[in-house]
């Protein structure tokens, strides 16, 4: 389970690029679009490129050499890059790499991104493919989940369920806390005065480097934080209405609350220029106090935290509480993931029959958590990993994932939670200690293809990032921010309300 994903605009170079090679392909459409008559065990299986969301040394991880074996596909794989992965892929999909299958993330910004693939003729229907190859697939994935990937209806991606969970939240120092007698936090007001406090008293011991809070330059919007000023996702329901971040009057005071944060010194001066493992590593190596953290990426942080300081400890900050009694927490819903099938595919009807073999009953099992006795066990009905083995051999299953069994795999992800115990405090505490209504599902997640919203959502989303960078760091000012809006709207913005909510009005009933 991995952090969501967000998409950033496509270059106009890179769209224009996109469309000339869509458009250099209109045979390669009509031929691919159709399954050929040919046997499915006609010749050797041909070797396949495949391109994941993310992923481990896959030349040495066990699950690719079983899936080897019980396909009988020989896979070469390569992964997307954890920072802004959007700008590789467009590049990679402009320029008709050869790539059998690629793997994305699932939320709606991902959608739109793939629902403008699929507009422009980039992506295979593989809807005639899974009626002839996809047995397994559509014996997995139940027909509300494949209705919910078409794009004018037809199926261009298989796509995978995600487990509703939260996924992300602030990460503190919670043995500097004690260090100045501090709680935890639970307010953003009471978050700033520990963050002033971490400054000033130095419970770090860093002097002038110290770094209260650390962030991603790409995402200005902090989980937890945002919840707080009630803007948990990036459409959220107001009075009835969904209303976009750039169009909500509380994105103004939560960009008050995050420039004072920069203007005083407690938001990481360099967060503009920081990435994933940028901001990881000052908080491991003892620089900064508080981070935006994924419960999957604990046993990471624990190690090479405790590596440079054995007595540290840390919490998850609860969900903050604001002025107005608002406090949420992004809760997963609709997809984890897309997987599709370039129109620059030079395999599609091999690459649809390995997705479908690896949504075979017993091999998909064995990915997900091996073999009982030997990986895992079970007990009452419930799963557990058998430790070390299972993190060994099945640790990395989840980057194999496109499509699961929707019945099965709730029940053996219970062996995938618990395969570290401080990974499953840290799920625990997010889903299960906090109040349940802190609990905030993306209401676009199972949404239907929108097509305004799809073409300019990227961008869109491109234009608040870095709109909010340049408030915070005061390069540009808040006098503006009427006219921002304005912007927003005559960009696509509201034309997407627009079509959005003519949709939500009738799904809310």
């Not at 990881?280 to 419960?295: D, M």
């Not at 599609?348 to 091999?363: R, S």
Request: aromatic share 10%; net charge neutral; with cysteine.
């Amino acid at each position: 389970m991995m952090k969501t994903m967000k998409w950033v605009a496509l270059p106009v170079a890179v769209s224009l690029m996109l469309l000339s090679a869509c458009g250099s392909n209109n045979e390669g459409e009509k031929s691919s679009s159709a399954p050929s008559a040919q046997p499915a065990n006609a010749g050797p299986k041909p070797e396949l490129k495949a391109l994941m969301r993310l992923g481990p040394n896959f030349s040495k991880d066990p699950i690719a050499a079983m899936l080897e074996e019980k396909t009988g596909y020989k896979v070469n794989y390569e992964a997307l890059p954890v920072d802004k992965p959007e700008d590789k892929l467009n590049l990679l999909i402009a320029s008709s790499e050869p790539y059998d299958v690629v793997s994305t993330g699932g939320d709606s910004s991902s959608k739109a991104i793939y629902a403008d693939y699929a507009k422009k003729g980039a992506l295979v229907d593989l809807t005639p493919l899974i009626e002839k190859y996809g047995k397994n697939i559509k014996a997995s994935l139940s027909k509300e989940t494949l209705e919910m990937a078409k794009v004018d209806g037809k199926i261009y991606a298989i796509p995978t369920r995600t487990l509703e969970s939260v996924g992300t939240s602030l990460m503190i120092r919670k043995d500097w806390l004690d260090k100045l007698g501090l709680k935890v936090p639970t307010s953003p007001d009471e978050l700033l005065a520990v963050l002033k406090a971490f400054k000033e008293k130095d419970p770090g011991g860093n002097g002038a480097k110290n770094i209260p809070m650390s962030i991603k330059g790409d995402v200005p919007m902090v989980d937890n934080i945002v919840g707080a000023f009630g803007m948990v996702n990036d459409w959220n329901d107001v009075n009835g209405k969904l209303i976009p971040r750039a169009m909500n009057p509380a994105f103004k005071e939560y960009l008050i609350y995050m420039s004072d944060l920069y203007k005083q010194g407690l938001l990481d001066q360099e967060f503009a220029i920081n990435k994933d493992a940028t901001v990881k590593e000052k908080f491991t190596n003892g620089k900064a106090g508080v981070i935006v953290l994924h419960w999957a990426d604990i046993p990471q942080i624990d190690d090479a935290l405790k590596k440079n300081f054995p007595q540290a400890t840390y919490a998850y900050i609860p969900a903050l509480t604001g002025q107005n009694g608002q406090a949420g927490l992004a809760q997963s819903s609709g997809f984890d993931r897309l997987t599709f099938i370039p129109k620059a595919s030079k395999h599609p009807e091999d690459a649809i029959k390995w997705i479908d073999a690896k949504l075979e009953p017993d091999t998909f099992k064995n990915m997900a958590i091996g073999v009982e006795g030997t990986h895992h066990s079970v007990k009452d009905g419930n799963y557990y990993p058998i430790l070390p083995i299972f993190n060994d051999e099945r640790g990395s299953a989840s980057n194999y994932l496109s499509g699961i069994d929707e019945n099965k795999y709730p029940i053996y992800w219970q062996a995938r939670v618990r395969k570290d115990d401080r990974l499953y405090k840290g799920w625990e505490y997010l889903n299960k200690l906090q109040k349940p209504d802190v609990f905030k599902q993306n209401p676009l997640g199972l949404a239907p293809y929108f097509p305004n919203y799809s073409k300019e959502n990227a961008q869109l989303s491109q234009m608040v990032n870095d709109y909010a960078v340049k408030i915070i760091v005061g390069g540009e000012q808040l006098t503006g921010f009427d006219a921002f809006t304005e912007k927003f709207k005559k960009a696509g913005g509201q034309s997407s309300y627009d079509e959005i909510n003519t949709w939500y009005a009738t799904a809310r009933k």
